[in-house]
């Protein structure tokens, strides 16, 4: 039976925060995972602002999971031409490869200040020749990871469409490369067939199951000879979510799957779309086993 809890990617249903954690105690989910708030991504706030957001979380009683930060979300210099196929979403947040340094001790003081376990980053955005930049990428990465886990704070790089780690057969030498403590992975199956992957179980089956750190959740379909996602239902799409689950349950994973449904929502009712999304997706971490 699965015994990981569920959270939510607060601006998936609303940047209004204190509605989302009203919503959040309603459907009984005990975690934020934080991105954007206030149509302001969470590492451009002023102090005031983060008291804000910390008072109404500690209000509502929820745990904060993981600070969803920007973190290597830009263009690494002489890195290469970058692929153009696929959206370059910042989230209110797009900062050029100089501001990283100032973003990464910004995400980690807030991680300390919500008690977050995970920061979340990337891998820069996606060129053409992504395995050319590999030893970059892994460089980047460990001095992020340094400074985390000086901080006691774990790193989890995000396997993304859109950035140069974006599949499991990507991910997995990263992983093998970095065997720090600190160092894990926030495994998006989504993400991972967008980019050409069956994401389970042909990706998950290419991971160290105990290097996954974080587990996003998302699903829909991509008409042939698209590169853009049709977002839909958690579990009504190509994402087979209760094989991964069940994969998850047997090999003993123990974090939280935050929703992070992309999906518009029924007549373009986005908050609406989350809140079925955020119901499918308890019923099959219920049914996994």
């Not at 991504?41 to 102090?47: A, C, E, G, P």
């Not at 919500?114 to 996606?126: D, G, H, K, N």
Request: net charge negative.
């Amino acid at each position: 039976m699965a015994n990981f809890p569920i959270a939510v990617i607060t601006d998936e249903f609303t940047q209004d925060f204190e509605r989302i954690c009203r919503t959040a105690v309603e459907m009984g989910i005990p975690a934020l995972e934080l991105r954007t708030i206030w149509n302001k991504n969470i590492v451009d706030m002023n102090d005031e602002e983060i008291r804000q957001v910390e008072h109404l979380a500690q209000e509502f009683g929820l745990q904060v999971v993981s600070i969803a930060s920007p973190v290597f979300k830009c263009t690494l210099p002489n890195g290469g031409d970058i692929d153009h196929r696929f959206e370059q979403d910042a989230f209110h947040s797009a900062h050029t490869y100089d501001d990283q340094p100032r973003i990464l001790e910004r995400s980690l003081e807030l991680a300390n200040i919500f008690e977050a376990p995970i920061v979340r980053v990337f891998s820069f955005w996606r060129t053409v020749e992504p395995e050319k930049i590999t030893s970059r990428i892994i460089e980047a990465l460990q001095g992020a990871v340094e400074k985390a886990a000086a901080a006691g704070v774990k790193i989890g790089l995000e396997n993304e469409h859109a950035c140069n780690i974006a599949t499991a057969s990507e991910s997995a030498p990263i992983l093998d490369a970095i065997q720090h403590p600190s160092f894990g992975l926030v495994w998006d199956p989504a993400n991972c067939y967008i980019a050409g992957e069956v994401p389970y179980p042909d990706g998950y089956g290419r991971l160290a199951a105990h290097r996954i750190l974080h587990v996003h959740a998302k699903d829909g379909v991509l008409p042939p000879g698209s590169d853009r996602m049709n977002w839909g239902d958690v579990g009504a799409g190509e994402v087979d979510w209760t094989g991964q689950l069940s994969a998850m349950v047997r090999d003993g994973y123990t974090g939280m799957v935050s929703l992070e449904t992309h999906w518009g929502g029924p007549g373009g009712d986005k908050f609406k779309g989350s809140t079925i999304c955020a119901r499918s997706l308890q019923r099959l971490v219920a049914e996994a086993a």
